[in-house]
Each structure stands twice: as structure tokens, then as C-alpha cells.
């Protein structure tokens, strides 16, 4: 990702490299989330799916310019990508890799990939309790809507179809 205004007030280049393109990716994944109203923005599985939703956002941009009049455009892209055949977990790994060899080549700070990293990271670590999706049907009494089967499912995994769902509905 390119980033403007990358040197000092003296013209040393030791001023602060502000990671925009990941904070844009980050806003634009908090707000197709909020205008879908699927849960409480306080709550883990909102970051979960704003997480996921945002390193779409920020891995799909291949030109290093996410732009606000493109967003419209790009939701076709992100539909596809967080699609449920898909590969998605395969596809951020290869390209974070991806941006972290760019990054190495170029020798410059990489601040909005670390946040993605960080993200990542945080998706594929933390665990969220999830309803059973694959439990058997009438396995046995449930008693309320918060009753029945659930087990712990890594973040990423329930918060991308969350992420999918909020694109659908925007």
C-alpha cells in the first residue's frame, strides 16, 4: 500500500506513517456491519465479522488505492470473496504473504499491514461459543432461542458469513 506524506516536518522522513488504507478498510467494514444491524457493535462477533469484512476489504486492493467512489463497485468482489465455497482463509494467508515479502522488498514501514496481521492473527486465535451448526435436528428438547447445541468456533469462521450477510443486506 502506498502511503502520501511519509516524511517529517523537516523533510527527514521520521514523521508518523499513519496506516490509512487499513483504517478506510476498517470503516467501511464497521459500517456495512451497523447499516445490516445483525448484533451489538460491543460485541465479539461484530469484531469478528468487522475483522474479517475489513482484511477483505484491505487484501481485495490489489492497486494500493481503496477509494470511497469504488466502494459501491466493490461489493460484487467482496460478495465473492467471503462466498462460502470459497477459500477464504487460503486467500488472506496468501495475501498477507504476499504484502509482507512487497514490504520487505521495499524496506519501508508496513504499518497497515501489521494492523491486518494483528487482526488476522486475533481471528485465528480467538474462539467464539457459536450455536451448532452441524448438530443433528431434534437431538433433543430446546427450550428457548439461546438454548441448544454450541460449540467453539474460531472467530474468523463466524464472522465472515456475518461479514457476507451485512454486504447482502447493504
Do not use: C
Not at 482484511?55 to 467482496?78: A, Y
Amino acid at each position: 500500500m502506498l502511503h502520501r506524506g511519509h516524511e517529517g516536518t523537516d523533510g527527514t522522513g521520521g514523521g508518523l506513517i499513519v496506516p490509512m488504507a487499513w483504517l478506510y478498510a476498517e470503516y467501511i467494514a464497521d459500517e456495512l456491519l451497523r447499516s445490516g444491524d445483525l448484533m451489538p457493535p460491543t460485541s465479539f462477533e461484530f469484531r469478528a465479522g468487522r475483522d474479517a469484512l475489513a482484511l477483505t476489504i484491505f487484501l481485495s486492493d490489489t492497486d494500493g488505492e481503496l477509494s470511497g467512489i469504488r466502494v459501491v463497485t466493490q461489493l460484487e468482489t467482496w460478495l465473492s470473496l467471503t462466498a462460502y465455497d470459497q477459500p477464504w482463509q487460503e486467500w488472506v494467508g496468501e495475501r498477507l504473504a504476499e504484502l509482507a515479502a512487497d514490504a520487505a522488498a521495499s524496506g519501508r514501514p508496513a504499518p497497515d499491514l501489521a494492523l491486518a496481521e494483528a487482526a488476522w492473527r486475533w481471528l485465528q486465535d480467538t474462539e467464539l461459543l457459536a450455536p451448532d451448526l452441524n448438530a443433528v435436528p431434534g437431538g433433543g428438547p430446546v427450550t428457548g432461542e439461546d438454548e441448544g447445541p454450541k460449540v467453539w468456533t474460531p472467530a474468523w469462521q463466524l464472522g465472515l458469513p456475518l461479514g457476507h450477510l451485512a454486504i447482502h443486506l447493504f
